[in-house]
Nanobody, 115 residues
Framework: QVQLVESGGGLVQAGGSLKLSCVAS????????MDWYRQGTGNQRELVAS???????YYSDSVKGRFTISRDNAKNTAYLQMDRLKPDDTAVYLC?????????WGQGTQVTVSS
């Protein structure tokens, strides 16, 4: 059973930075897409960034130029570097691992950006 554990969330002032980590158990990490989603209170879950098994990246327009997704296959870890944070970035951030067969979600980590 694959488990995803996110960390790195917290409270930060607008303009600040945070770096989220998502550690995956199991052996399929290097073959998988890794996605970061976020869900604000009362909002739908939104895809923020994605990285393919080969390192190709995607960003939503709302975070492009401010967030950077990366991965370290040796550590089974995906990262989301978040810079120039805004209050609108406040949400629970979840990672999702998409393997060739199925997908898994982490529990999420809270990010709160104060104005």
């Amino acid at each position: 059973q694959v488990q995803l554990v996110e960390s790195g969330g917290g409270l930060v002032q607008a303009g600040g930075s945070l770096k989220l980590s998502c550690v995956a158990s199991g052996s399929d990490f290097r073959l998988s897409f890794m996605d970061w989603y976020r869900q604000g209170t009362g909002n739908q879950r939104e895809l923020v960034a994605s990285i393919s098994s080969r390192g190709s990246t995607y960003y939503s327009d709302s975070v492009k130029g401010r967030f950077t997704i990366s991965r370290d296959n040796a550590k089974n870890t995906a990262y989301l570097q978040m810079d120039r944070l805004k209050p609108d970035d406040t949400a629970v951030y979840l990672c999702k691992m998409v393997t060739p067969i199925t997908y898994y979600w982490g529990q999420g980590t809270q990010v709160t950006v104060s104005s």
